[in-house]
Structures are given as C-alpha cells and as structure tokens.
C-alpha cells in the first residue's frame, strides 16, 4: 500500500500559533511530535517510508523536509497552490501512476488528526485494502459520539460483510436538530476525510466525474513527460476547478464503501476541540504554563508567561511573539474570522 498524506493547509483556526510559515500540521500541539510526525509514525509498521507520499506547498517543501529528514525528497509533491482536495487528490494519483502500478492501493489521509487507538486504525486499513481491491472507493466514518455541527456526515445501508457498508449518500454539516436525527438514527456517521482506492479506480473516477480535472491532468502529464516530473505546473494547474473531493467524486460515484470506525478520532479542528483531548487537572483546565488559579474552570490556557487567573471560565488564551488570542471556548471556531480582517491590514500577524 502507499500512503498521501495532504499537508498543505495552513491552520487558520489554530491561530496565533498556526501561521502561514508553520501551520498546523508542523506544531507540537498534543505530544512533542508534530502532528505530520505523527501521522507518519502511525503508519510506519504497515507502510515504509519510501511509499509514504506528502502533498504541499512549495513554501512547506522545505518544512516537510525538517520533520520527516528520512522522507525521499521526490516523495514531496508540489501542489503549486491549493484548489481543494479533489485537484490535490488528483494530481497525486497522476504522479503515483508513474512510479506505481495502477492496482496498487493508495490510503489517502489528512496530515493533522488526532488518532488514539494506532492498532485499530492499522487494522481498519487492512479491511478498506480488501474492499478497495474489489474497484470501491472507500472512505471511513467516525462513530458519532454527539450530533456535532461541524462534520459532515456520510449515511450507511446495506452491510456488505464484516462491518462494511455501501454509502447512501454523503450529508453536508447539518444544523443541531438534523444532527441530533443522524445521531438516533445510527446509521450516520462523521466524515473524517480518509479514503483508501486503487490508482486506477480512483483516476477513472476524474475521468467519469470531473473530466475538467482530467483536461488538466493530461496537459501536466505532457509537460513531466517532457521536462521532468519537478517542472513548475503552476500556470496550468491555475485551471483546476476548487472542489473537494467528497462533493467532486465521492457524492456522484456508484461503488462506494464506508467503514464505521471508533479508534478516537480527532480532526483537532480548533482550540476547543484541542482542549476536549487534553489532559485536564482538577479543574478542569489545560494550563500549559506557569499558573496560579482561583475559582477558575474549564479553560485551555497557552502562554509563555506567568498566568493568574480568577473567576475565568470556559476560556481560551493562546500566546504566540507577537500575538495573543483570547476567545471564548464555545466560539473558538470564529478565529477564521480574526483571520480574514487581519488580511486587510495586518498581513504581518499572519
């Protein structure tokens, strides 16, 4: 099997600390590997390095390079901007194709979650190689643990064998009422994002799916027959439409498999859900500095100072050098919002 691992976002909502010169993916924020780091060690058993693959940036290239030193330097592929997973997605499987038999399996996985259980996440792997060698796309469903808002969320039917299923159809983020429905009706499940198929099969899928994407996966084959497969793509990749993957192949394509799984997942997607895997102290608190509390409780505190609280609640403090974050935990998600003012005249702070 080879590993795509996607490491090119950039972490907004883990602002101030994620900037664009080290987003998320390359912080130490729950263990002292970073979180790139750790999605590799996570696979090191099963796969070897040299079929581990990371898509990023040009500007993360060399980051990449720092935090995984034994990763072969033509295993990093250039995605010359992004334009969404399904373009990313592609334009890796078109690269792999030269390098791989197209029956081989590529397990497809965000480069910044959170997985606790690593045996039973090596062994929904085997699983999904079975059922991508049969031409399924497939793709694995978190175990809802409360009618979250912020996922989406993919509808099982039929079990095929052994805790396999065929996918209903993939559900955008729905709002609490709809959310509380999938969780009673036990057959929906977290979209985490992760997928596993052959090249070939996934490849077809551009073809049948997003012949756009296909136009311009042929024009950049011409140009690495030609010139190498390091050449800069950049002005035609400039024509790929942005769409995600899910919405761009998996929502339209026939053999598609979910796999429920329950090995404590966490995409780690703001400070609020960082402080939900962190450990606490009797408070309830993540204090990762110098502190002294009073009648202070549930917050997740993140400086290089001294920190005195009294009467805080529910709270998040985050310090970088030369910012400081202070939001409530429950409206953690709207850091992206600092972010977008901050483009208009603190370019600096990002």
């Given amino acids: 099997m080879i590993a795509l691992i996607m490491a090119g976002g950039v972490g907004t909502r883990f602002w101030p600390l994620s900037r664009k010169s080290k987003p998320k993916q390359f912080l130490q924020i729950v263990s002292n590997r970073s979180m790139i780091q750790m999605t590799v060690d996570r696979l090191s058993s099963k796969i070897n390095i040299k079929d581990i693959f990371i898509v990023t940036s040009q500007s993360q290239a060399e980051l990449t390079k720092q935090h995984l030193p034994n990763l072969p330097n033509e295993n990093i592929i250039i995605e010359p901007f992004g334009r969404n997973t399904a373009p990313c997605i592609a334009l890796s ?21 959170l997985i606790a259980q690593k045996d039973d996440f090596l062994a929904s792997l085997d699983k999904g190689e079975k059922a991508a060698d049969k031409n399924n796309l497939v793709t694995f469903g978190i175990k809802p643990k409360y009618p979250a808002t912020g996922y989406g969320y993919i509808e099982a039917e039929n079990e095929i064998e052994g805790g396999m299923f065929n996918v209903k159809q993939f559900k955008e ?7 509380k ?11 985490s994002g992760m997928f596993i198929w052959k090249i070939e099969t996934i490849l077809k899928a551009y073809k049948d799916y997003l012949p756009k994407v296909e136009k311009v996966l042929d024009q950049i084959e011409k140009k690495w027959d030609a010139e190498g497969l390091h050449v800069d793509i950049s002005e035609i990749y400039s024509q790929m439409p942005k769409i995600p993957v899910d919405i761009g192949i998996m929502e339209q394509a026939e053999k598609r498999i979910v796999i429920p799984v329950d090995y404590g997942w966490n995409d780690v997607g703001s400070w609020n859900a960082l402080f939900d895997v962190s450990n606490k102290d009797e408070n309830n608190n993540v ?8 009648d202070s409780e549930n917050n997740y505190i993140n400086t290089k100072k001294f920190i005195a609280l009294i009467g805080i609640n529910d709270s998040v403090i985050v310090e970088s050098d030369d910012a400081i974050l202070v939001v409530r935990k429950d409206r953690s998600e709207e850091v992206k919002k600092i972010i977008e003012k901050l483009k208009q005249n603190k370019e600096g702070l990002l």
Wanted: charged fraction near 30%.
């Fill in 287 to 294: 204090l990762n500095c110098e502190n002294m509390t009073l």
């Fill in 173 to 179: 983020k729905p709002h609490l009422k709809k959310a």
């Fill in 181 to 191: 429905e999938f969780l009673d009706a036990g057959n929906f499940f977290w979209n």
């Fill in 93 to 113: 499987a078109r690269y792999l194709r030269q390098r791989y038999d197209i029956n081989e399996k590529m397990v497809v996985l965000p480069s910044d979650h």
